[in-house]
């Protein structure tokens, strides 16, 4: 039965990919993901995310061998400059700035005109900081 490991080889390897070029994209070691693939260390879901977005796949693929049609037709995902930028202001982990990316394209970005101006550093951050206090009973202030 394929691995977790073996599904991360798998896919890195159908697109051409070597180690170094997955783990420089993904942000990991290329030690930590030889050690992956050859099912020498076990993933946090930190990882396996940046895994799965790195190369397009679902996490339902990594983690349990199931592809669906999206599988086929997903791309990695881009992180806007502003976005990361804030990420980084308010130690934002990875899994958290991907939410707030989904949240900007799910509300936000449905309700804009195409050809509209890009969320600034602060936009992000405010847009942060509304979701937060919705999610988390916190008060704005």
Known sequence: MATVGDRIRECREARGWTQERLAQSAGISKGFLS???NDKR???SEYILKIANTLG???DYLV???ATQRDTERSPVRIPAELSAAAQELNLTYAETLMLLDAHDAIIARRRLKGSVPLT???WKQL???IK???RDEPET
């Open 35 to 37: 050690d992956l693939e």
């Open 64 to 66: 349990r061998g199931e």
């Open 42 to 44: 076990n993933v946090s």
């Open 57 to 59: 796949v679902s996490l």
């Open 128 to 130: 942060h900081k509304a």
């Open 121 to 123: 550093l602060n936009d």
């Open 133 to 135: 206090s919705v999610y």
